[in-house]
């Protein structure tokens, strides 16, 4: 078959952006167990701080202001009394006295002073309700008087009207530059906490996912989980999948050993009928079409065996380039199909060698057998290639009939043929899933479409080998 490794002619399928949207389509990144975890347990700790501090600001705030007012009342009521017993040389000592040991200032107020509340909060409010509850209604708290800030409170002697001033900060809010240190110290800890938490129950469950991708691509060794874990739940369900990927591996050897056997087993006698068949039919056109039958055995047994097996490969870096000029070079030349290359020089893939070249004849023989040109007959194959990131995009259009839409979907299901149109007595209806099954083996994807300007395209997405 003429390999043609020129540029595409007018007649080359779309570029390889076009290839159909499975292939592009990641899956949507949820959120992690940890962090869903973490998030709810975070939301916990915060509403339990919250409740807490409307707890706390309930228990101390009504008590701290009760007690506060006390305190004020009593410094009125004793200020009042020795004030009231005292003589006049006896009562400005008595002032001085009060100012320098108590940091308490009486003096008297003015019809012209200015003052404002103490309302500055909920705590000064309740205070000063039950000072004026306390004290009389024409007592006067304030926290500025003229313009001097303080804790001033407004009484009586004898009808003569004082104010007294004291520090607020006996009676101040609890809140402060430590209580705000103890509180975000207790919330930074209770977060470490919670993702201590987090990771703890993801831990196991992270686990078994591993092992669990293990088991898909075939290793079995690497999945076993530890039986010996303290959470008893955990522990049963680690059990239990170690005695499913044993029972897994087991299937496993017992299928490749039943297919090398019957794989022996069967080519044995169709090797000695169709030695017999050369030696005793004495019509060649007989002989011919009976070896052609044998043949055609032999392809069915080469399907099923390439169809079921096992799932694990270990890939490596593979030359796009030798392998599809094999696959090409294999189907052979007859003078009327032709093949035309645009991949780039020295493209390498994650893979291995020889399933890829299984892809590539599985894609080229379906090409060839179906593919063909409706008006002349002829086959034309374009195969084009690029690098994009981390990935490799192939296409592989045939110029054909194409396939109805509705049975793309069903083409790379096992044992599918489609239409009669598409579909003959040789085919097994197999070679577009072992195509499939070969491709997500590799780690790459593949996806089948009808191509705008006629035909059926083929598009491989492969790891781009490193480097």
Same mark, same amino acid.
């Given at each position: ?13 779309? #570029? ?61 009521? @004793? ?39 103490? *309302? ?52 101040? #809010? ?17 977060? $470490? ?34 039986? $010996? ?15 499913? $990927? ?42 011919? !079409? ?11 047994? *080469? ?34 199909? !032709? ?12 893979? *291995? ?25 002829? @086959? ?20 054909? =009939? ?21 579909? *003959? $007595? ?14 997500? =083996? ?26």
């Amino acid at each position: 078959m003429p390999i043609d490794s020129r540029q595409p002619f007018e007649s080359r399928p779309a #570029p390889l952006e076009t290839a159909p949207a499975p292939l592009e389509v990641r899956p949507a990144r949820g959120v992690s167990l940890f962090w869903r975890t973490f998030f709810f347990l975070t939301l916990l700790l915060i509403g339990c701080i919250m409740a807490w501090l409307q707890t706390f600001r309930a228990l101390e705030y009504e008590p701290r202001a009760l007690q506060g007012a006390q305190q004020l009342a009593s410094l009125v009521n @004793l200020s009042r009394a020795a004030l009231v017993h005292s003589d006049a040389i006896a009562r400005v000592s008595l002032v001085k006295t009060l100012a320098a040991e108590e940091d308490l200032r009486i003096a008297p107020r003015e019809p012209t002073d200015t003052h404002k509340p103490y *309302d500055a909060d909920a705590l000064s409010r309740n205070i000063s309700q039950r000072l004026v509850a306390r004290l009389g209604p024409d007592t006067v708290v304030a926290r500025e008087v003229n313009g001097t800030p303080g804790l001033w409170i407004g009484f009586s002697i004898d009808g003569d009207p004082y104010w007294l001033l004291t520090d607020p900060s006996r009676v101040g #809010p609890v809140a402060g530059t430590t209580w705000l240190i103890w509180l975000v110290t207790a919330a930074l800890l209770s977060l $470490a906490g919670a993702a201590l938490i987090a990771r703890l129950i993801n831990r196991p469950l992270k686990m078994l996912s591993f092992a669990a991708s293990r088991v898909r691509e075939g290793d079995f060794n690497a999945s076993q989980l530890s039986e $010996a874990v303290a959470t008893s739940e955990i522990r049963e369900v680690n059990i239990g999948f170690n005695r499913m $990927a044993q029972r897994l591996s087991k299937i496993e050897q017992d299928r490749a050993l039943m297919l090398a056997g019957i794989s022996h087993d069967l080519r044995t006698p169709l090797a000695r009928l169709r030695l017999e068949t050369e030696m005793s039919v004495a019509d060649p056109q007989a002989r011919e !079409h009976m070896a052609a039958d044998i043949e055609q055995v032999n392809a069915i047994i *080469d399907k099923f065996l390439d169809y079921a097996r096992p799932d694990h490969l270990k890939p490596s870096e593979v030359s796009l380039n030798q392998v599809i000029e094999a696959a090409v070079f294999a189907l052979g030349d007859n003078g009327r199909d !032709h093949v035309h290359l645009n991949i780039p020089p020295d493209l390498r893939v994650m893979g *291995d060698a020889v399933e890829l070249q299984r892809v590539f004849s599985n894609l080229l023989e379906n090409a060839q057998r179906y593919g063909r040109d409706p008006d002349t007959g002829l @086959l034309r194959i374009d195969i084009a290639a690029k690098a994009k990131d981390d990935a490799v995009l192939v296409k592989l259009r045939d110029h054909g =009939r194409g396939v109805p839409p509705e049975q793309l979907p069903q083409l790379t299901q096992p044992f599918y043929r489609g239409d009669a149109s598409r579909s *003959d $007595a040789t085919g097994t209806g197999l070679g577009l899933a072992i195509v499939d099954r070969a491709i997500l =083996r590799m780690g790459g994807r593949f996806a089948l479409a009808n191509s705008s300007t006629g035909g059926l395209a083929a598009h491989i997405k492969l790891v781009r080998a490193p480097g």
